[in-house]
């Protein structure tokens, strides 16, 4: 029997399907609305699952390592592309990296990805994303609120 190759796909949004492979940053999505131009995904980032938190280290006084700023634009670009399949992302400009997102051993650093796309009538597709993630108390444990970490730095 042979299978169409969607069947093996996993990360999908309505009707739509996507390849995890090409999305490593995006580990599912909770709402795509083609006719809103929105797209709500999540993404947890950990020590376990993503081996090169370990190695990010920039600076000495900072107890746990960080997911990187180039992570958090992959990330960003990676929803673009969702939202926009058909559509190749040229850059990213007006980015405002608000907090670091420090990863300890053993807590998992869930994360809400929003994408839409900001104003009309452009030649170009422009799109507003953010990243907010779970916060964590002083004792190292998940609370109950999201800050954001990234955003447009005009919003």
């Given amino acids: 029997m042979i299978q169409p190759p969607f069947a093996k796909w996993k990360l999908g949004g309505g009707t739509v399907a996507f390849s995890p492979e090409d999305f490593p940053m995006i580990e599912g999505i909770s709402c795509l609305d083609i006719r809103r131009e929105q797209l709500e995904a999540f993404r947890s980032f950990s020590l376990d699952k993503d081996l090169w938190i370990v190695d990010h280290r920039p600076f000495k006084f900072i107890k746990h390592p960080l997911v990187s700023a180039t992570m958090v634009l992959e990330t960003f670009m990676e929803a673009a592309r969702i939202l926009y399949p058909y559509l190749q992302v040229r850059g990213v400009r007006q980015v405002r990296l608000m907090?670091?997102?420090?990863?300890?051993?053993?807590?998992?650093?869930?994360?809400?990805?929003s994408c839409s796309r900001a104003g009309t009538g452009l030649r170009e597709v422009l799109c507003e994303?953010?990243?907010?993630t779970q916060e964590t108390s002083p004792t190292g444990k998940l609370t109950d609120r999201f800050t954001r970490t990234a955003r447009p730095s005009n919003s």
């Fill in 129 to 132: 994303v953010s990243l907010a």
């Fill in 99 to 113: 907090d670091m997102i420090q990863c300890p051993p053993g807590v998992p650093r869930p994360s809400r990805i």
